[in-house]
């Protein structure tokens, strides 16, 4: 089975004045289809920079990301931009939805983007925002919505156009225990096809389980890579 994404030596720097520093220092990885990986490590470390050079956000100063059988190296920015659009599903720290949008427009929009009809796109996007108790604030706009509802049209959007690869950056982070749980048993779920991988940003304990394997991290390096157990059973040591 091909990965869903290799990283070969990968070095990231950014300029400081006259000089750079180093934020990820010669990282080796595979992300598998058909697994739910975690990414987990202390603030500062460098997860956000690693999955955004991963996805094609940031590039790299060095190494390489081979991705969905892309290699990023090989790609213009505007290649870049149409793969992600059609094969990444997204969720950020910040929500990034649209003011005068709908929460249905807000979570339809990748469809649309792909060219289904308006209506066709927003019904598909209803599915998933009732499904993750968004029942009755599908027509509010984000400013009628709370932070956690943001969160649920934001992971909507996500997973409307049924991207192979969906990466998350602390998805459960501003929502409730139980709305958090059943983010990750949608999550789970997709990562359950061997078609398809999830790649998720966390410091969130309660949904370590979640995850088939967990990558640490520390000072722009990764130090471990555990299946889930044992790394639930070093966390406890
Ligand atoms: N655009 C940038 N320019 C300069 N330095 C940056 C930039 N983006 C990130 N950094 C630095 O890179 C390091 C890693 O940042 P990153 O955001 O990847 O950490 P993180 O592990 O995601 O942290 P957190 O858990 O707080 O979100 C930090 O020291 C940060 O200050
Ligand atoms: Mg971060």
Redesign the pocket.
Known sequence: MQNAATISHLIKE???GDES?R?LHDINAEIRMGELTMLV??????????I?AISGI?SATSGEVDILSHRLSRMSDKEKVLFRRESIGFIF?QYNLLPALTAAENAAMPLIAAGVLDEEAADRARVILEHIGMQGHTEKLPRQLSGGQQQRVAIARALVHNPKLIVC??PTAALDAKTGQAVMEILRDIANDTNRAVLI?T?DNRIYHFADRILE?SD?RIIGDYATDAFIHKEKL
Do not use: N, R, W, Y
């Not at 603030?43 to 920079?49: E, L, N, Q």
């Open positions: 950014f300029p400081a520093i934020v490590g202390p603030s500062g470390c460098g997860k956000t920079t690693l955004s940031l720290q950056d602390e940003v410091h991290m722009g």
